[in-house]
């Protein structure tokens, strides 16, 4: 039997009211720190009225994330034109994430040849899985566009400021409830306009100053292209939200978070 305070930082939904042991967990804990309300509304599913559970959302360094940061790389380097209209999706390659139904959008706008596509990331962290039959599916499934979706795999982390300053608009689909993907904060920082979905905790990160933030059921894909193709026809109003990324982005710095986290700590 320890007396020490225990503190769980919740990045996923692994404790609320279905968890094994749920109730045991959360009563040993002393505090509950969740990175977004939607974390913390599945936690109190133990208990509606709780007092130790608190929202600390992710936070990155934003010196770092900016669209002022050097470059690195080119377009050119990745076969894209100036005058391309480039959507940038980074993040686990994976069915929940929505890049399936990413990719069948851009092929559904294949007769706008300056639309292309930047996929950033593997299936899970470095190139582990850099070849599994998901990703061969989605390299198939793209293939007819000849060079108009361009599969980068793993990219390290200190290189994805320079590759989301190549892009227009990102695109973070995801098709599960997200808990915060810190993907829509690394855009938003570089001051992109995002289209998103309304899951998990992605409404808690933009909004639809900057966002468009699609429901996922129904023809999803559908919604994808609409929404690329009101970005794609409208650049004032690319403009005006990317304006407004670069703003909202001012709340999930790291040395806010660090505060926040440490006020969540207090005695």
Same mark, same amino acid.
């Given at each position: ?22 109730? #045991?967990?959360?009563?040993?804990? /002393? ?20 007092? !130790? ?43 929940? +994430?929505?890049? +399936? ?10 007769d706008y040849p300056d639309i292309k596509l930047l996929v950033l990331g593997s299936s899970f962290f470095g190139d582990a899985g850099a070849d599994n039959p998901f990703i061969s599916g989605l390299k198939q499934l793209a293939a007819p566009l000849a060079g108009r979706i361009v ?8 290189? @994805? ?13 995801? @098709? /599960? ?12 920082? @570089? ?14 990160? #933009? ?29 004032? !109003?690319?403009?005006? @939200? ?7 982005? #001012? ?17």
């Open positions: 039997c320890t007396k020490a305070r225990i503190v769980l930082h919740q990045h996923n939904d692994f404790l609320n009211s279905d968890s094994p042991k749920g109730r #045991a967990i959360y009563d040993v804990a /002393w505090r509950i720190i969740t990175v977004s309300d939607y974390i913390g509304r599945r936690v109190k599913t133990l208990d509606a009225e709780s007092t !130790k559970c608190f929202t600390v959302n992710n936070g990155i360094d934003q010196a770092a994330f900016s669209a002022t940061v050097a470059m690195g790389i080119s377009r050119d380097d990745l076969g894209l034109l100036p005058a391309d209209f480039v959507l940038v999706y980074s993040g686990r390659i994976n069915a929940e +994430k929505g890049i +399936k139904q990413l990719i069948e959008a851009v092929v559904r706008l294949k599969f980068t795999g793993f990219i390290p982390y200190s290189q @994805m400021p320079g590759y989301l300053k190549l892009a227009d608009v990102a695109v973070i689909p995801s @098709m /599960w409830d997200d808990p915060f993907p810190t993907s829509v904060i690394e855009a938003m920082c @570089m001051g992109l306009p995002v289209i998103a979905t309304q899951r998990g905790g992605i409404p808690e990160e #933009a909004s639809p100053e900057n966002a468009i933030l699609l429901p996922t059921d129904g023809d999803f894909t559908g919604r994808l292209v609409d929404a690329i193709l009101s970005l794609h026809d409208d650049a004032e !109003k690319r403009l005006a @939200m990317g304006q407004q990324s670069a703003l909202l982005s #001012a709340r999930f710095g790291k040395e806010r978070f660090a505060r926040d986290f440490f006020t969540a700590l207090e005695f």
